[in-house]
T-cell receptor
Framework: DGGITQSPKYLFRKEGQNVTLSCEQN?????MYWYRQDPGQGLRLIYY???????QKGDIAEGYSVSREKKESFPLTVTSAQKNPTAFYLC?????????????FGSGTRLTVV | GQQLNQSPQSMFIQEGEDVSMNCTSS?????WLWYKQDPGEGPVLLIA?????ELTSNGRLTAQFGITRKDSFLNISASIPSDVGIYFC????????????FGGGTRLMVKP
């Protein structure tokens, strides 16, 4: 079945460490997105990519980095520069840039700094 | 930039009651979408609307694309405990490069 897979589901990070969250889709979607969700809050856009080898900053890109070397993969690295990384991270993809037909979301990764 | 105001922010209702929530935008949209997020999971698309005035149902859920193109409504009839979650609206104007704008979400709690 086609879908979007995020791993791991739960991730613990020590302060000062970089961690990478995986996002893979087999939907043949062109565009991919990363969102951050804090408890009781909405979705905030971190980075997005509308095509392979290209990506753009979202509203809260500081302390994060991404790559888009393959169409199906869009990993997110949370760097030590991100001062408050504990959050729920959601990856999404859409058939075309813009998502007129909606985004398909993964099941999320919960990152906790210990 | 575009702003989406979703209300109410939260609702605590009795099982069997009907629920209404809405989103309003500062600018017009060509697409309105409604998502539901179960606790600890990613949002799932419930209903997509593409035409002003359009009314679409999905089981006990009904959504409408406002005729001004600046608002949308979601109704849930006869709520059940599994309706618990966060409901998000999302809108988009069909310009090249435009992305979805998400509302802040409505947290629904259902008392059995």
């Amino acid at each position: 079945d086609g879908g979007i897979t995020q791993s791991p589901k739960y991730l613990f990070r020590k302060e000062g460490q970089n961690v990478t969250l995986s996002c893979e889709q087999n939907l043949n979607h062109d565009a991919m997105y990363w969102y951050r969700q804090d408890p009781g809050q909405g979705l905030r856009l971190i980075y997005y990519s509308q095509i392979v080898n290209d990506f753009q900053k979202g509203d809260i890109a500081e302390g994060y980095s991404v790559s888009r070397e393959k169409k199906e993969s869009f990993p997110l690295t949370v760097t030590s520069a991100q001062k408050n990384p504990t959050a729920f991270y959601l990856c999404a993809s859409s058939m075309e840039a813009g998502g007129r037909y909606g985004y398909t979301f993964g099941s999320g990764t919960r990152l906790t700094v210990v | 930039g575009q702003q989406l105001n979703q209300s109410p922010q939260s609702m605590f209702i009795q099982e069997g009651e009907d629920v209404s929530m809405n989103c309003t935008s500062s600018s017009i949209f060509n697409t309105w979408l409604w998502y539901k997020q179960d606790p600890g999971e990613g949002p799932v698309l419930l209903i997509a609307l593409y035409k002003a005035g359009e009314l679409t149902s999905n089981g006990r859920l009904t959504a409408q694309f406002g005729i001004t193109r600046k608002d949308s409504f979601l109704n849930i009839s006869a709520s059940i405990p599994s309706d618990v979650g966060i409901y998000f609206c999302a809108g988009r104007y069909n310009n090249a490069g435009n992305m979805l704008t998400f509302g802040g979400g409505t947290r629904l709690m259902v008392k059995p």
